[in-house]
């Protein structure tokens, strides 16, 4: 059974690996990330969300619900953490 779980994840592992060759240059200005998406919001951000920070217009604008739910997981992470390492006095 180790040897199965093993050799999944030297699978998992080489298929994410060929997947990185097709990624963009690291710092490249004309990826699509670059060209396109970064280049609205920053034109556009602080305009539509009347938000003096970029930063926090995109977060707190744009990206409100993924922010919201992303500190629910951390939450619940931290919960079932201490759940588990918590002391059980009978």
Do not use: Q
């Not at 059974?1 to 490249?28: C, H, N, P, Q, V």
């Not at 670059?34 to 995109?58: D, M, R």
Request: hydrophobic share 50%; proline share 3%; aromatic share 10%.
């Amino acid at each position: 059974m180790k040897l199965l779980a093993f050799l999944a994840t030297l699978l998992t592992g080489a298929i994410l690996l060929y997947g990185t060759g097709e990624f963009a240059a690291w710092g490249d200005p004309a990826s699509p990330a670059n060209a396109h998406v970064s280049v609205g919001y920053i034109e556009e951000a602080v305009k539509t969300t009347h938000t003096p920070n970029l930063v926090t217009a995109v977060l707190g604008d744009y990206r409100g619900y993924d922010t919201m739910f992303e500190l629910v997981v951390i939450y619940c992470a931290g919960m079932a953490v201490i759940g588990v390492l918590r002391s059980m006095k009978a």
